[in-house]
T-cell receptor
Framework: DAKTTQPPSMDCAEGRAANLPCNHS???????VYWYRQIHSQGPQYIIH???NNETNEMASLIITEDRKSSTLILPHATLRDTAVYYC??????????????FGQGTILTVHP | DVKVTQSSRYLVKRTGEKVFLECVQDMDHENMFWYRQDPGLGLRLIYFSYDVKMKEKGDIPEGYSVSREKKERFSLILESASTNQTSMYLC??????????????FGPGTRLLVL
């Protein structure tokens, strides 16, 4: 069972910011928050990850609440090419685990002209 | 940029055929993974490899085998293809870097249809 909870779908106007929420109610101390997206019929694309602090890269920003129970992925200026399924994951890449990724249902983001 | 390539985007095979899916990564990553993705079932790990000639079973290894003779290349073999192996197959790789940075990077996927 997926450990994270996301809304099934969201809409966004082109050029506006897309804010995608995720709940991580069972996240443990050594798990990172990861975000991937998958455009139809393509492989998943890594977007961003973080542990406690907010993170930003060329694709997106990640806001993690202080208690780490929720996060928000922000696409600052959404384009039509950002239409995809977005997955947030609690990922334990430490210890003896080499890191098995498990995707939940994700959020279908549709960007409209 | 990390690049993971897969030998085919689409494949059509007949039941009983031996099928080879190949994955190559160019980032000198130690870890490589094979997943399959099916509607309603999400992503499921078939096999992974953490070094050349090393392999570990994932959650659904039955009917599959793997080969890793070179660090950059990880092959998935369907010994005798069956219709229930019709799926999207995804290869991924990651580095054994410091904890928390084992980000997995995926290839474009191979959509396999077994008739």
């Amino acid at each position: 069972d997926a450990k994270t909870t996301q809304p099934p779908s969201m809409d966004c106007a082109e050029g506006r910011a897309a804010n995608l929420p995720c709940n991580h109610s069972t996240i443990s101390g050594n798990e990172y928050v990861y975000w991937y997206r998958q455009i139809h019929s393509q492989g998943p694309q890594y977007i961003i990850h973080g542990l406690k602090n907010n993170e930003t890269n060329e694709m997106a920003s990640l806001i993690i609440t202080e208690d780490r129970k929720s996060s928000t992925l922000i696409l600052p200026h959404a384009t039509l090419r950002d239409t995809a399924v977005y997955y947030c994951i609690d990922f334990n890449a430490g210890g003896t685990s080499y890191g098995k990724l498990t995707f939940g249902q994700g959020t279908i983001l549709t960007v409209h002209p | 940029d990390v690049k993971v390539t897969q030998s085919s985007r689409y494949l059509v095979k007949r039941t009983g055929e031996k099928v080879f899916l190949e994955c190559v990564q160019d980032m000198d990553h130690e870890n490589m993974f094979w997943y399959r993705q099916d509607p309603g079932l999400g992503l499921r790990l078939i096999y992974f490899s953490y070094d050349v000639k090393m392999k570990e079973k994932g959650d659904i290894p039955e009917g599959y085998s793997v080969s890793r003779e070179k660090k950059e290349r990880f092959s998935l073999i369907l010994e005798s293809a069956s219709t229930n192996q019709t799926s999207m197959y995804l290869c991924a790789s990651s580095s054994t870097a410091k904890t928390g940075y084992r980000t997995q990077y995926f290839g474009p996927g191979t959509r396999l249809l077994v008739l």
